[in-house]
């Protein structure tokens, strides 16, 4: 259930909510423990606000797939040669 909260909720809500960010800020930068930053009730009611609104809104506001490993290089490489 946390890695859900952590995948679904947090890394969505910290992409399209301030205080979520700011708790994220928090706990990257060694100012708090997870615990304490993803555990105060306002962020926990907005990452649950978040993972309320569905599938589509967490493919739209989550993180992507990575590019191709390929087509990247290969961009690079024409962008070089022009």
Do not use: H
Not at 24 to 44: D, H, K, Q, S, W
Not at 45 to 73: H, K, N
Request: proline residues 6%; charged residues 25%; negative net charge.
């Amino acid at each position: 259930m946390q890695a859900k909260f952590l995948r679904d909720g947090v890394a969505v809500a910290m992409r399209t909510d301030p205080v979520v960010f700011r708790a994220f800020l928090r706990m990257i930068n060694m100012f708090e423990t997870p615990e304490e930053a993803f555990g105060r009730p306002e962020v926990v009611a907005r990452t649950l606000w978040v993972m309320a609104q569905g599938e589509e809104f967490r493919r739209e506001y989550g993180v992507g797939d990575p590019p191709d490993q390929e087509a990247t290089i290969a961009s690079c490489e024409a962008a070089i040669a022009a």
